[in-house]
């Protein structure tokens, strides 16, 4: 049975349509016990400082805080491994991604853990995963240089080695309620249309 790993970034709660669909989507899954999901707004993963960012680069992990820092990001990466496919609700904020999701990013993104450096450049240590992306947007920003959420997510991605990734866009939310009902129900079509064939 195929696991997800289902990641919520919005800090709108109930009225977040990234939320809305996902918990959609996730509500047709057959069982529960293969899901994990994080709220990483209720929950939120620490912002790396230099002391955090030294403990997860293996320099130096002596005080508690550090400790913690290591520990939580082996959970997180381990959960990128226990999963076969992640859904990660991305809404854009300010023209990329919300921080507590950068965050989280930050945790899971470690050498000789996720990707190692090579002679050839960086290796993805994270292989046949894949990855759907529910991002909302206030207007239209989808194949623009505006949009820094596909390209800065589909970049980390690839670089700790999942490279199938499937993006659905809902956009428009505040052009009117009769354009964001149509994207809505565009973006929920196109979300379930990647349900597993098999539940």
């Known amino acids: 049975m195929e696991k997800f790993l289902v990641l919520k970034s919005s800090v709108l709660g109930s009225h977040s349509v990234t939320t809305k669909l996902i918990d959609r989507f996730t509500e047709q899954l057959s069982d529960d016990t293969n899901i994990i999901e994080r709220d990483l707004v209720e929950t939120p993963i620490p912002q790396v400082n230099g002391d955090i960012a030294a403990a997860l680069a293996g320099q130096d992990h002596s005080l508690p805080h550090q400790k913690a820092a290591v520990s939580l990001s082996d959970q997180l990466i381990d959960e990128i491994k226990w999963s076969d496919t992640l859904i990660i609700a991305a809404p854009m904020y300010c023209f990329t991604i919300p921080s507590q999701l950068k965050s989280w990013f930050d945790f899971i993104a ?36 505006r949009d820094h959420v596909t390209s800065y997510i589909t970049t980390v991605l690839n670089f700790i080695g999942i490279d199938d990734i499937q993006f659905v866009y ?7 309620p009769e354009f964001a009902q149509q994207s809505l129900e565009k973006a929920s079509n196109e979300l379930f249309s990647l349900l597993p064939s098999k539940l």
């Open 170 to 176: 809902a956009e428009g939310m505040t052009i009117s």
């Open 110 to 145: 470690r050498a000789g853990h996720t990707y190692v450096h090579t002679s050839e450049g960086p290796k993805g240590l994270i292989n046949n995963k894949k990855a759907i992306v529910v991002t909302s947007r206030g207007g239209i920003h989808q194949n623009t240089d």
